[in-house]
């Protein structure tokens, strides 16, 4: 399948993106403004037809200063290509070479180069290239780069350096879609800033208790890392004193998916992102492994001088990952196989996931017994139980952890060998992080997805996916018909699934069972009411009968009485 097709399964139009010099931070931009209209704007990428283009351009007598200068543009453009990197937008800062250069160029002191390689980052990953230089030269940037490619160090980094000492008070927020995916960042931040003074910090609890806890150390801190309701829940707090003015970064992580959803989600996200950009003045860098147009959209009209970055293909599932599909015909079939592949020997750490909560805890009751250590985390456990579980993941002692669509962005576990799909992902978009979460850092990784007859909807999008990146996939999957609208809305609302159990039904009693939560209210009272009758006539007829009887017996009394008086009178 070609890429194009690709683009049409995702829904997604290839947007021009455009880029403006003007330093001012805020205000909309024309939709005229794309690269094309405009002369200055450098274009960058992996595809050789469009430096062809380019080099059809006048063919004028340049200066030597010129000359050095499209060399120079050159040999970039050469490097970004054997990097994947497509950069897009005016005067883009090179990439880097090595971390070394951070030294050299950006004057980022030596001991906080020296934890990136503690760290075990010997060389910059393609996104960290082109990312940290445009960030450390205040470049609004959207970058969309493959799933364990690095994105977090790429916005860390230079966060951290431009943060200099310590101030006390926010002046670089970074905000992300789920409390774990917070957590993680958190964790890397400390990380990284190992070297410094600065204070970093997540916005955890919302106990009524603990707000003016937390207010506290966020008023100390440097960088605040959040998901937008705690951080616009913390901010309408009447008590709260936390001053934004000095934010000078925001950073978006998985910016796509605070653009998606239902219109609702939308609206409260962007009404969220009001508030917060109202309350600094502050620069915006978003990164993601997949793009959406609405995304694009809203960057071309809000962020000045942008540039956008990518690395590979967009929308892309990592290359590191082996996947395959797996036809499993019905629901029951999907356990038959789940058993299969735990008798064959699953080799953990291993993800599963699962398309709601309800599904996830009937999952873990099925396994629990099978001799895997098995573990589940959904939204409706406490925070408390989804750290723990969350901890003894990455500490080895829970084997498979069951998962709903809460684990399936950013969550970085180190050396997850398998990813299964149990029920197949809502979308495309949904996939390709789904299956992200293994082979990352260059590892490399297995994801298999369950199917059935049920599923045939939405499985083109996901089996281009996968051909895209170089796995095997049948030919009929992709020129399957599709349906729009329903896979628009299996994206909002899941697909009705039988239980996931094994559990031998008794067909007879649980028709009688189904027969009586059928009932209604009214059809039971007029059933007992019936059943009072009944019984009254049952209690009727008995007492008629026993004066029936007596009067017979009456009858032949008196009967009786007469011919015994008459005997007596002879
Ligand atoms: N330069 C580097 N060299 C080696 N490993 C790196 C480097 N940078 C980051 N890593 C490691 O790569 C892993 C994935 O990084 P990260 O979580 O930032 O990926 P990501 O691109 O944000 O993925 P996702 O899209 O799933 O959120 C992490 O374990 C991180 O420590």
Same mark, same amino acid.
């Given at each position: 399948?070609?890429?194009?097709? =690709? ?24 939709? @005229? ?76 002191? +030596? ?10 980052? @010997? ?24 799933? /364990? ?40 931040? %400390? ?16 106990? #009524?208790?603990?707000? &003016?806890? +937390?207010?506290?150390?966020?008023? &100390?801190?440097?960088?605040? %890392? @959040? ?26 992580? #998985? ?19 009001? !508030? ?77 996931? !699962? ?44 084997? !498979? ?68 990146? /170089?796995?095997?996939?049948? #030919? ?29 039904? $008794? ?6 069972? @189904? ?12 059933? =007992? ?5 009944? $019984? ?26 007469? &011919?015994?008086? &008459? $005997?007596?009178?002879?």
């Amino acid at each position: 399948m070609k890429n194009e097709d =690709i683009k049409e399964e995702l829904n997604i139009k290839e947007e021009i993106e455009s880029g403006s010099d003007n330093e001012e931070l805020s205000g909309p931009q024309t939709d @005229s403004e794309d690269e094309d209209s405009d002369p200055e704007l450098q274009v960058i990428e992996g595809d050789e037809g469009k430096t062809k283009r380019k080099e059809k351009k006048k063919k004028s007598k340049l200066t030597p200063e010129e000359l050095k200068k499209k060399l120079e543009l050159e040999e970039q453009n050469h490097f970004r290509n054997e990097h994947g990197i497509k950069a897009v937008g005016r005067h883009i800062p090179n990439a880097l070479r090595d971390f070394n250069e951070l030294i050299t160029k950006y004057n980022i002191s +030596r001991s906080m180069v020296e934890v990136l390689l503690q760290c075990g980052y @010997s060389e910059p990953t393609p996104i960290q290239r082109q990312a940290i230089p445009c960030l450390l030269e205040n470049r609004q940037i959207v970058a969309c780069a493959p799933t /364990g490619s690095g994105k977090t160090a790429a916005f860390l980094m230079p966060l951290l350096h431009m943060l200099g000492a310590p101030q006390g008070g926010p002046r670089a927020l970074v905000l992300c879609p789920t409390r774990e995916l917070a957590n993680q960042i958190y964790r890397e931040a %400390i990380r990284l800033s190992a070297s410094t003074q600065l204070r970093c910090s997540v916005i955890r609890s919302l106990k #009524e208790s603990k707000i &003016k806890e +937390r207010e506290a150390t966020i008023r &100390k801190s440097d960088l605040v %890392i @959040s998901t937008p309701n705690r951080l616009c829940y913390l901010l309408k707090q009447d008590t709260v004193g936390i001053n934004m003015d000095k934010v000078q970064w925001l950073v978006i992580d #998985e910016a796509d998916k605070l653009f998606e959803g239902s219109q609702e989600e939308v609206d409260t996200f962007r009404q969220q992102l009001d !508030v917060i950009l109202s309350s600094c003045k502050s620069r915006l860098a978003m990164f993601s492994a997949t793009h959406t147009p609405s995304i694009a959209k809203w960057a071309r009209h809000n962020m000045r001088g942008l540039i956008n970055i990518t690395v590979g293909h967009r929308n892309a599932a990592s290359s590191s990952v082996d996947q395959e599909l797996l036809f499993c015909g019905n629901e029951s079939g999907k356990l038959v196989a789940f058993r299969q592949l735990i008798q064959k020997g699953l080799k953990p750490p291993v993800l599963v996931f !699962v398309q709601s909560k309800d599904r996830a805890k009937e999952l873990f009751k099925e396994l629990l017994y099978d001799g895997i250590q098995v573990d589940v985390i959904h939204g409706d456990r406490t925070q408390a139980q989804r750290d723990k579980v969350v901890r003894s993941f990455r500490l080895g002692r829970v084997w !498979v952890l069951l998962c709903t669509e809460l684990m399936a962005r950013g969550i970085d576990f180190r050396g997850v060998n398998l990813v299964i799909n149990y029920d197949l992902p809502p979308s495309a978009i949904s996939y390709i992080h789904r299956v992200g979460r293994a082979g990352r850092a260059g590892a490399k990784g297995r994801a298999i997805t369950f199917f059935t007859q049920d599923d045939v909807v939405n499985l083109r999008s996901i089996a281009a996916v996968m051909k895209q990146s /170089g796995c095997e996939v049948p #030919e009929y999957m992709l020129k399957l018909k599709q349906n729009p609208n329903k896979r628009k809305r299996l994206v909002k609302k899941a697909p009705h699934r039988d239980k996931i159990s094994t559990i031998v039904k $008794k067909p007879e009693k649980r028709k009688l069972d @189904s027969e009586e939560e059928n009932k209604t209210e009214k059809d039971k009272t007029e059933r =007992i009411s019936n059943g009072k009758h009944r $019984k009254q006539r049952k209690v009727d007829n008995v007492n008629q009968h026993k004066k029936h009887i007596k009067q017979k017996e009456n009858k032949l009394g008196n009967k009786r009485k007469k &011919k015994l008086g &008459k $005997k007596k009178n002879i």
